[in-house]
Nanobody, 121 residues
Framework: QVQLVESGGGLVQPGGSLRLSCAAS????????MGWYRQAPGKQRELVAT???????NYANSVKGRFTISRDNAKNTVYLQMGSLNPEDTAVYYC???????????????WGQGTQVTVSS
């Protein structure tokens, strides 16, 4: 079994900062790309940021310059440092990891349960 557990969400005022964490655990052989996605009420899930195992990053235009994604390969953990938050950033944030488990199964995508981020005064 594989689990992705997110933490760090909450309520923050406009202009504030939050740091999300997501740790992957279980029968993991190798973790490839990791990333963060978000889904606001009534909207489709959208990409926020992704990071390769080597540290290459990709960001949605809406968060460039405000959010920073990073990872710790030894801990199978990905982080999202969010700054200059505004109400449009309010959403459930989901962690994603493309990984291979021990055994013959091919690599697959796994998701966390989501963590709520609310930006409001």
């Amino acid at each position: 079994q594989v689990q992705l557990v997110e933490s760090g969400g909450g309520l923050v005022q406009p202009g504030g900062s939050l740091r999300l964490s997501c740790a992957a655990s279980g029968t993991i052989f190798y973790v490839y790309d990791m990333g963060w996605y978000r889904q606001a009420p009534g909207k489709q899930r959208e990409l926020v940021a992704t990071i390769t195992r080597g540290g290459g990053t990709n960001y949605a235009n809406s968060v460039k310059g405000r959010f920073t994604i990073s990872r710790d390969n030894a801990k199978n953990t990905v982080y999202l440092q969010m700054g200059s938050l505004n109400p449009e950033d309010t959403a459930v944030y989901y962690c994603n990891a493309n990984l291979k488990r021990f055994g013959t199964s091919p690599a697959a995508d796994y998701w966390g349960q989501g963590t709520q981020v609310t930006v409001s005064s």
